[in-house]
Each structure stands twice: as structure tokens, then as C-alpha cells.
């Protein structure tokens, strides 16, 4: 993974978490998706999340004594883009199979995201002793999604007639499609929240962070 850094939140800090760095970029992961119908991998490259100024804080929590904190972050449309390679096999109601393939730009669109962040710190000592805090672990305790759409760029190579036909399939099974990417898609989350915790928490001076923690505890 690939970090940004921004200079702008810290002076516009009013809630321990609603501050943004983005987009965040995730150098590459991977999505399967194995069901009697496809059998495909998606491999994702430089993949920009953003969205995360409209958050909304549905509830924080801080533990002062073990550096524990809890929030539920409500997203209405986080936007992750990139390069994507695809490959697999497709097949059809009239028993007809297809290759699948493709390799370029991509969008994903995730809408009403629910997640519940549990965070755990550890205190560390730099620049002239200042006291700062370092993620130890980074947990989603729960993740919901309302509702995603996703448009690859080059799918079959511009083959419109091929890649409407994939389309329309996959549509027609929009919850399995749903289920089994759940847990690469909720892995790649987990990892891109990490990074956007780490960069947001270990820029800010610890006697900085409780006193906001404290405030809107």
C-alpha cells in the first residue's frame, strides 16, 4: 500500500474522526467470485477510494485507559477507481459458456456504507519527546452496504454485444454476486480503513487527540 499525506485537517479538527486524507490507494488486491454460473478473478491496481468528507458519526466511544476507540461512520458514496485485469469463465441459460477478460480503467460506486470501527493505540514518543499515538489494531466489527454498481472501461475488449450479454447475466443474480465477493470486498475495506486510520491518527500529537476524544466521547 502507498500512503498520501495531507497537511490541511489538523487545523480543522472538531470530532476525533472527522477529519479526511483521500484518496486513499490501495496499490493492488484481488476480488474472486466462484458460483455455478462464473467462475472469475478481478485484479485491482492503484485503487483510489473517496468520498469520505460527506461521513456522518453515528456514535464514538473512547477508553482512555486501554487507548480503545469505537465509532460507527455512516458513508453515503464512497467512490474507489483504478486499473482492473479481469479473466474467468461465464456460462448461460442455453448452456452456452463464455471466456471472460479484460484489462482497463474501472469505477465502483458504493452507496449507504454502515461500518463500525474498533481501534486499538499504542503511545509512542517523537519529535522531542511529543507523545503520539500508533494504531496497534484496526477491527470492522460491522459492514454494511447498501447498494454497489461497478463499470469496467475495456471489458471483452470493446465488445459491446459480449461484454451486455455478461452484463445481463450477472445482473440477474445480483445477491449471489453480492455474497461472494463479500469477503475480498470486506478485506480490501478493512485494509484501506487501516491505512486511512494510521494517516489521520499519527499525524496528530496525543495530548491533541484526548482532549478531542474526551469532548465528544
Known amino acids: 500500500m502507498r500512503r498520501n499525506r495531507s497537511k490541511d485537517f489538523v487545523s480543522g479538527i472538531n470530532h476525533p474522526i472527522n477529519f479526511t486524507i483521500e ?14 454460473f462464473v467462475n472469475g478473478t478481478e485484479y485491482l491496481r492503484n485503487s483510489a477510494f473517496s468520498g469520505f468528507s460527506n461521513c456522518t458519526i453515528m456514535s464514538a466511544s473512547y477508553n482512555p485507559q486501554n487507548y480503545t476507540l469505537v465509532y460507527t461512520s455512516y458513508y453515503p458514496h464512497i467512490l474507489e477507481t483504478g486499473f482492473s485485469y479481469n479473466w474467468g469463465t461465464i456460462s448461460f441459460e442455453d448452456g452456452s459458456t463464455d ?3 479484460g484489462r482497463g480503467g474501472y469505477d465502483r460506486h458504493l452507496y449507504g456504507s454502515n461500518i463500525t470501527h474498533r481501534i486499538t493505540f499504542v503511545p509512542v514518543h517523537r519529535d522531542h519527546g511529543v507523545e503520539y499515538l500508533q494504531v496497534q489494531r484496526y477491527e470492522l466489527d460491522s459492514y454494511g452496504v447498501r447498494d454497489t454498481s461497478v463499470h469496467w472501461q475495456n471489458l471483452y475488449e ?4 459480449r461484454a451486455n450479454r455478461a452484463f445481463n447475466r450477472l445482473a440477474q443474480n445480483p445477491m449471489e454476486i453480492g455474497a461472494a465477493v463479500e469477503g475480498t470486498l470486506r478485506e480490501g475495506m478493512t485494509n484501506m480503513f487501516r491505512l486511512y486510520t494510521e494517516q489521520l491518527i499519527s499525524s496528530v500529537p496525543l495530548r491533541q487527540l484526548r482532549r478531542h476524544f474526551v469532548n465528544h466521547s
Open 99 to 101: 471466456a471472460i477478460y
Open 23 to 36: 484518496p486513499m490507494i490501495v496499490d493492488s488486491w484481488v476480488l474472486n467470485v466462484n458460483l455455478n
Open 158 to 161: 470493446g465488445d459491446t454485444i
